[in-house]
């Protein structure tokens, strides 16, 4: 198998991380958004409205670090480089969003994360799904 194919090989994986990171942080977020910000609980679900965000906030900073995971394999590929620059672009944005959205409280914000969401998701299914198709055509070779 050639450098190529093996890099190609790499970025299915990578996109399925990316893709998983994402879920994550979907879910943590419509918890947070149910549960509330910690300053509108007492209690134990000050507590968990803490740690939901926290949480939230963290697995944020792994999507940073997955999108410059997937950026340097599609890369090293010749796959996908537009798309994976693209996602990175959209995941900083969506994270400087958060980070906007923590200190507003702003609901068109928290709606700019959702679409984030969504772009970055159809970028990493679209880098995914193309490395996986050059990969099988030059195993098919």
Do not use: C, K
């Amino acid at each position: 198998m050639s450098t190529i194919a093996n890099s190609s090989a790499d970025l299915v994986p990578r996109s399925r991380e990316a893709l998983s990171a994402l879920a994550v942080q979907f879910l943590l977020g419509m918890g947070a958004n149910l549960v509330g910000s910690p300053e509108e609980n007492e209690g134990a679900a000050r507590v968990v409205a803490g740690i939901l965000l926290g949480l939230h906030g963290l697995v944020g900073i792994g999507l940073v670090i997955v999108a410059v995971r997937v950026w340097t394999t599609a890369r090293r590929a010749g796959a996908g480089q537009r798309a994976a620059l693209w996602a990175f672009i959209v995941i900083i944005a969506t994270f400087l969003v958060g980070i906007g959205t923590m200190f507003t409280g702003s609901a068109w914000l928290s709606f700019a994360m959702s679409v984030g969401f969504v772009a970055a998701a159809a970028l990493y299914i679209a880098i995914g799904a193309g490395a996986l198709v050059r990969q099988r055509s030059t195993v098919a070779e």
